[in-house]
């Protein structure tokens, strides 16, 4: 079994297991989006009434990418219970990230969305694209925040930071993702799914990879 600190140098399997995981969770549940989008839309209409918006539609949706894209980038390891550690962490994760969104943040997406934007970018409020910017930046990084911090708690090594810095790393892609697909696609399903799951995964797997190089390192320093 490879050394999941790093000893061996940088894991190159981590982000490449990432992406192919992410990338294909994303795209078996393309039409996740245009669900949260018609939420994001009619939550003062209550779009829970409609067949397709439901929380347990949603649930399903990040559960079933979570455990996915989890198992995948856990099998980085070399190492079956780590796979299932990840998987598990990932369904969870994810899953209650969609729950959270759902059930609790349903009307505030875009109050979230235009917070973000204006206390990281300070960009002004009155964008012609503002409401699609800010529905998918508040969508993105409640999702990537609290489905990277899971993920993040079953890292082998330094638990706690890996889950901050995943949530980290999450909220800042996939709001990214997010806003680009309700921007330029109009929140349809799309490759772009695929696409953007992909290079989530790409990332998480990048983070993991360089933390346990530093962590390694920091850990051997102290030792000598």
């Known amino acids: ?24 969770g994303f795209a078996l549940i393309c039409g996740f989006s245009s669900i949260i989008f018609a939420l994001a839309e009619n939550s003062t209409n209550h779009a829970f009434s409609y067949p397709l918006i439901n929380p347990v539609m949603g649930v ?65 409020t009155d964008l012609f694209i503002e409401s699609f910017a800010a529905q998918g930046v508040g969508i993105g990084s409640v999702i990537g925040a609290i489905g990277g911090f899971a993920l993040g708690l079953a890292s082998p090594k330094g638990r706690i930071v890996c889950a901050f810095l995943l949530a980290i790393v999450g909220a800042f892609w996939f709001a990214n993702a997010f806003t680009f697909e309700s921007t330029i696609y109009d929140g349809s399903c799309s490759t772009w799914n695929a696409l953007g799951g992909a290079v989530g995964g790409i990332l998480f797997g990048f983070a993991l990879a360089i933390f346990y190089v530093i962590y390694d390192k920091v850990k051997s320093h102290r030792t000598n």
């Not at 079994?1 to 990338?23: H, K, Q, T, V, Y």
């Not at 998987?87 to 969609?98: D, E, N, P, Q, T």
Request: aromatic share 20%; hydrophobic share 50%.
């Open 1 to 24: 079994m490879a050394d999941p600190s790093g000893r061996e140098g940088l894991n190159w399997r981590l982000p490449i297991f990432g992406g192919i995981g992410f990338g294909v």
């Open 60 to 124: 399903g949706r990040g559960f079933f990418v979570g455990g996915i894209g989890g198992a995948t980038l856990g099998l980085a390891f070399k190492d079956k219970k780590y796979a299932l550690h990840f998987a598990i962490a990932g369904a969870f994760g994810f899953a209650l990230a969609y729950f959270y969104l759902i059930n609790f943040l349903y009307d505030t997406v875009y109050d979230i969305g235009r917070l973000v934007i204006k206390t990281v970018f300070g960009l002004p």
